[in-house]
């Protein structure tokens, strides 16, 4: 960890030069950070985003987080004087992660099975349709416009939350920036354990007993995946699947018959934007681990070769590739053929990889690769295309059409089988998975672009798939565009015909705001949720689109835990409706929106 947070730590009670950093803030950031921060690009927080952060999160995402490739060429001191100039405060302003009230049954144990009604992971289930059927969601469509906050809790000195809750047991399992993991109660708040990771954790977590004792998994932004005991949030094992520098993991690993299927992802892309950067030696891949030693079964890359050396470029930087094909999302899984799907992002260099945009089927015992689609051909992009300097952009200067959701296994109302999944470009293909992934049918819901199109997760009540829209767009000069992007579409899984689509209904004149939907949706009975850039979480009725409940969270909140806190941007994760409670996280700002830090339970009359 802990070396970051108690670093952090330590800094707070430390004197006022440590806490100032010695080095000239200005002329550093400018040396080190400008080139992506103040570039206006998108897919890059800019500078005012990162001055809302406290200093003590600029510190330790340069040491441990996002940012440690950039800060790994700094001293301690030169860490602390950029982040201090950058977010306008002084260090010390750092509360510890949360930590919330204590439950009075947090001695008890805790089983899986038999249990209240669960979310698990990322999309409820291994097929990640994102549907809750009414017994599980202990809500009906009717009690929707009632549903008011029963309870709230802060993320101290986050400053952005990205997890999405999970619930399991009557448990609300949790990541956070800070990288400390919570186990709450569903109905209070209080909590059971927390674990402080080594760094940010914005996976969802999934927690199985296959082993004999339950244990809750996810992984962290340097690759580093995590079991802990689900009972008291002892560390079981922990395993780092990934050497590469700028290694990641967004998507939630997936449990699965004793195994856990974990997706890797990276930030090299963002590196690539340095011109003396050597642009780019990562392959996404997925990796099996044993669910209860996290010993790997096998690891399969997207590209199967290493990067060769191609070209230099113009600053004499050996440049490699084929490289990227990141999987950014949760696999989902077939137990019954016995296979996994995956979904890929964009190639980083040239020549550009077979395996990129596209779907792969792999063999869940071995990994072999059983089938792979690529839906968009050519597509090498990174951070280097954008802005002045484009030593390292890949000649096809591709759209950046990646996928960022995973695939939705569903059995076709007429019969046979898709895989559904929404793309960057702005379409919702439709594959079959029981050939080969021939192209059922693509539809268009949205323009498409780097932070455009679909971004982070569809759902799907077998009939119909919800898909919200993003089209985020930047004005000129920086900064998002409150009047472009957002809307909601559904679109028939028999044919791909759009149905209807509800445009966004616009961000007023609220600052930083966007009316984007590109956080995941996700679908119960006669309701779809989906939330926004602008703060809002809405819901619309299935049949007509009509949004019928909509609650504003860019506000503060009392929260159990004492902190204060506050909500935000929504995007990245969609919300969890379990047992008659909606959770959802507000405060993900980081692509330019509104940051907080906050998690919501919404009940019928807040009861
Ligand atoms: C090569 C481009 C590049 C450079 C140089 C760079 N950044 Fe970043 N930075 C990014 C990108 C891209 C992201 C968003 C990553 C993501 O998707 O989460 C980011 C994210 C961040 C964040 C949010 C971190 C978090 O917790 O998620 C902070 C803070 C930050 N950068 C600070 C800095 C500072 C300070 C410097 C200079 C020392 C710097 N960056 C240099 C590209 C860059």
Redesign the pocket.
Known sequence: MRVALAAAWLLAAAPLAAQTGSGDGPSL?AA??T???DGGSP???SRTT?AQ?TPE??VV??ET???HT??AS?SDAERRA??VF?TGRPLGSLAPPATAPRCEDAGASFAVRPSPPSWNGWGAGPANNRYQPVVSAGLTAAQIPALQVKWAFGFAGDL?AAGQPAVVGGRVFIGS?SGRIFALSLRTGCAYWTFDADT?VRTAISVGDATGRPLAYFGDVRATVYAVDASTGALVWKRRVDEHPAARITGAPTLHAGHLYVPVSS?EE?????PNYECCTFRGSVVALDAATGSVAWKVYTIPDPPKPTRTNRLGAQLYGPSGAAVWSSPTIDGTVGVLYVATGDSYSDPAASASDAILALDLRTGEVKWSQQITKNDSWN?GCVGSDRANCPEANGPDYDFGSSPMLIALPKGGRALVVGQKSGFVHALDPDHAGRMLWSTRVGKGGVLGGIEWGTATDGAVVYAGVSDASFKEGGGLNPAIGGGLAAVRLNDGKVVWKTAAPGCGDRAKCSPAQSAAVTAMPGVVFSGSVDGHMRAYDAASGRIVWDVDTARDFETVNGVRAHGGSIDFAGPTVVDGVLLLTSGYG?MGGMTGNILIAFTPNGK
Do not use: E
């Open positions: 950031y080190h950070c080139r992506c921060h897919r890059v927080p990162i952060l999160r600029v995402a340069l987080g996002t940012m950039q800060g700094l950029i982040a950058v952005m920036t940010m930030t963002a590196s690539a934007a340095n951070l980081l």
